[in-house]
């Protein structure tokens, strides 16, 4: 048995991809997804420059935040929140959760795509999703956190045009003390 996933060419899921408001019959597609992904690098400071060009090797491991249900079930009845799944062979492959934040902005509470469809161009599709609800919604700019450990995630934000506003290196202590992982923050203003 074959247990590698197909490889996608950037962009050849096309038609075959597209992005809506999210229901409650999607959470049981989405809980059986896989959103885990290998750390194999670390961002380390300073985050200055050409900071993610100077991101460490580490020893490969597995990192998995898990997909609650009822946690993003909420967004489907809050008008200040926003669940978008997309669709890939007619079943949801991925999703970005959206918030209106404290200071005005545009929260992208989480974004995941299936292992399978990396690649495909799904997370740019619910990426200029969130930029539509933010204008939709009269926000000046969209806001993300995400970890030293996720460097693929920070390659995409920078390309979808965020920057890195800042940085909290004990964001994580309480989960996990005394972690190497740093806490980063993008923007992007519209």
């Known amino acids: 048995m074959d247990h590698h996933h197909p490889v996608r060419p950037e962009g050849s899921a096309g038609g075959r991809v597209r992005v809506r ?3 409650q019959e999607d959470m049981t597609a989405l809980a059986a997804c896989d959103f885990s992904f290998l750390v194999t690098r670390e961002a380390v400071p300073p985050f200055e420059g050409e900071w993610l060009a100077h991101a460490r090797p580490v020893e490969p491991y597995p990192k998995s935040y898990g997909f609650d249900a009822a946690e993003f079930a909420s967004c489907l009845q809050d008008a200040n929140k926003a669940l978008f799944v997309i669709i890939g062979d007619e079943t949801p492959v991925g999703y970005i959760a959206l918030s209106t934040g404290w200071n005005n902005l545009a929260f992208v509470d989480d974004l995941a795509v299936d292992a399978e469809w990396r690649g495909t161009g799904a997370a740019q599709r619910l990426m200029q999703q969130a930029i539509q609800w933010a204008r939709e919604k009269d926000l000046p700019g969209l806001r993300l956190e995400t970890q030293t450990n996720n460097v693929a995630a920070c390659r995409f934000y920078l390309r979808q045009g965020f920057v890195l506003g800042g940085h909290d290196r004990h964001l994580y202590e309480g989960l ?15």
Do not use: K, M, Q
């Not at 996990?176 to 519209?190: N, V």
């Open 21 to 23: 408001l999210a229901s």
């Open 176 to 190: 996990s003390p005394g972690t190497r992982e740093t806490a980063l923050f993008f923007y992007r203003l519209l």
